[in-house]
């Protein structure tokens, strides 16, 4: 009997029309495109503007670009796990309504909420179905519209989310392809550092909560960024080391676009060359669960068939991690 491994198999991407660049962001806060750029990576962000659209909008998208793209029958997927921190309502599973929407009939369907990790641990639980050789087809969707939940006159936050969605199908593969190792990671401590205050169980939403701001992200920049540089530049140093790989050996490190100077350190720490490094921070900021799946979109035609990719995620909470995958088709 052959073991059997978890691939990606198709993916596919949406992201909004509606572009906010650093120039609009310099006339709606006190920031300027040189600090955006030099600090962050950041030139432009997409956001949904649309009224009455959610995350699922994208999400839906996203899964029906995978779907055209790859020829499948959506009644074929056994799961979707939709992966995001701005579900389309606090109750009521949006990766319940995506599946529905989009005709996955025989699938069931839930969402995973791990800050900006979400997609990253989303690939692990997606991974950990399929070899359990329970489901065939699981559909991993990271989807987030950060512009529900950002203040757009808060300087600290505004100028690095953007909205977007990716969607990556996992298949078994008998190759020995696919995920090949994990190492994921959570602390308590980063609760204080990156959060929304009210609209949760402990401080319900009420007058004087939308008052203050305190439905909106809140976060300490300087200590994430401590903890983010080192947490994502130690898992992925990590990985490498378990599974004997030296700097040659990885062909590709996909990091969450949360800030290019964090994934430069992250790089650095695993010894790679620029040209291994793939970045679209620059056009997209950071789309949280999205920021994985619109890499491996955007760079798709790249990816080559038994590449090792090294995938690594940071986010609040704190949650971070790093896995290791073998890239498993060439994009006809
Ligand atoms: O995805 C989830 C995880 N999140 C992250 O990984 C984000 C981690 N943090 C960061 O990426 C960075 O901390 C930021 C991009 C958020 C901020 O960059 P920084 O280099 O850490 O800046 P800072 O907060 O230390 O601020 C430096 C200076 C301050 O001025 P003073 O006190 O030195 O005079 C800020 O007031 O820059 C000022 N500043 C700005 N200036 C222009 C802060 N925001 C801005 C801005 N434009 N937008």
Redesign the pocket.
Known sequence: MTTITAAITAVGAYVPEFVLSNQV?ETM????DE??TS??GIKERRLLKEKGKGTSYMAIKAAQNLISKANINPEEIDLIIMATATPDMPVASTGVYVATQIGATNAFAYDLQA??SSFLYGMSTAAAYIQSGRYKKVLLIGADKMSSIIDYTD??????FGDGAGAVLFEPNHEGLGLQDEFLKSDGIGREY?KIDAGGSILPPSIETVENGQHFVF?D?????K??VSGMADVSEKIMERNNLTKDDVNWLLA?Q??K??IDATANRMGLDEEKVLVNIHRYG?T?SA?LPLLLHDFEDKLKKGDNLIFA????GFTWGSIYLKWAYNKQ
């Not at 300087?155 to 690095?160: L, P, Q, S």
């Not at 995620?313 to 609040?316: D, K, L, P, S």
């Open positions: 962001l806060v006190d920031t300027n600090w955006i600090r962050t800050a900006c300087r600290a936050t505004c100028i690095i990156l976060q920049g300087k200590t994430v960024f903890y983010a969450h949360a800030n100077r964090i950071n949280t920021t995620a940071f986010g609040g």
